[in-house]
């Protein structure tokens, strides 16, 4: 005889055609595929590549897909314009120059003037093409509102770099300070590349060693 306490199950009402299950079983929006990560990542390897051969005028959609291996369409599917083209690369070669520059004065020559001027100026030794490139589109910003951003980001990041030196060599680094140093060593910089001349570096050296010690001494570390 059946229990006439416990309650009997009730079958669940047929969900609506075509609406419920499909709130309830909704995929999930997908990642990237691996395989479009590393086409766009090579494209923007190739229009950096070309900023550095050729500067601004090389970085054309058809030179970038030859650079990179990829057909001319891959270029105009991941990249709308060449403006954005550009502005990507310019992004991606801000951010590794800085990190390079951020490695390259990771240790201290000293903390005379003379010492953190040649830890300074030591952000030079790198590819002068490449730099061309950078400070190319850097002027050109100027001109383009587009690429203002990512300008403002290089000056700010040297800042950064600078800061950071004169910190830790126990200089001055308020804003005043890092300004006068970053904009010196930044014209300078830009001498360098489009000069080239045998003994840039060494004038740079000398200037900046003269701005630093018109800081005043370092302060003294520890008791």
């Known amino acids: 005889m059946p229990d006439q306490d416990r309650p009997v199950p009730v079958p669940a009402a047929a969900p609506a055609r075509g609406v419920a299950v499909r709130a309830l079983t909704a995929p999930r929006p997908r990642r990237p595929q691996e395989r479009a990560v590393r086409r766009r990542e090579a494209l923007l390897d190739a229009a950096v590549d070309l900023l550095g051969d050729g500067g601004f005028a090389a970085v054309t959609h058809r030179a970038v897909a030859r650079r990179a291996g990829l057909p001319l369409a891959a270029t105009s599917y991941y990249f709308s314009s060449r403006d954005q083209l550009l502005a990507e690369a310019f992004a991606l070669l801000v ?18 003037a003379p010492a953190v001027a040649e830890t300074l100026t030591g952000v030079y030794a790198s590819d002068r093409l490449r730099q061309l490139g950078l400070w190319e589109l850097y002027l050109q910003a100027g001109r383009d509102p587009a690429l203002q951003a990512i300008a403002r980001a290089w000056t700010d990041g040297c800042d950064g770099v600078v800061a950071g030196v004169l910190e830790r060599a126990g200089y001055p680094c308020g804003p005043a300070e890092v ?8 014209g300078l910089w830009v001498e360098d590349v489009v000069e080239a001349r045998p003994d840039s570096r060494d004038r740079a050296r000398e200037a900046v060693a003269r701005a630093l010690a018109a800081l005043g001494p370092p302060a003294r570390v520890g008791p």
């Open 95 to 112: 951010e590794r120059e800085l990190a390079r520059m951020r490695e390259s004065v990771d240790r201290l020559h000293g903390r005379t």
């Open 179 to 186: 300004r006068f140093v970053a904009g010196l060593l930044s």
